[in-house]
């Protein structure tokens, strides 16, 4: 699973997804398969659609 960036000065490090070509099937689905593994390893994800607004950078406490 190789992220876009991976921010390394977050502990633990977090991934960041720029999701570009959402205008394509096999795309969609590659991102399907990527969040369901971000989600079984618990890796913290920021995610971003350049289409829109930038994202929230405050990462959740984790527990």
């Known amino acids: 699973m ?26 969609r689905a590659r991102k399907q ?8 390893e618990g890796t913290l994800l920021i995610e971003w659609d350049p289409h829109g607004a930038l994202p929230e950078l405050t990462l959740p406490a984790r527990g």
Do not use: I
């Open 33 to 40: 398969e990527k969040l369901e593994h971000y989600r079984r």
């Open 2 to 27: 190789l992220p876009d960036f991976v921010l390394t000065d977050t502990d633990p490090p977090t991934v960041v997804e720029v999701w570009g070509m959402l205008g394509r099937e096999d795309y």
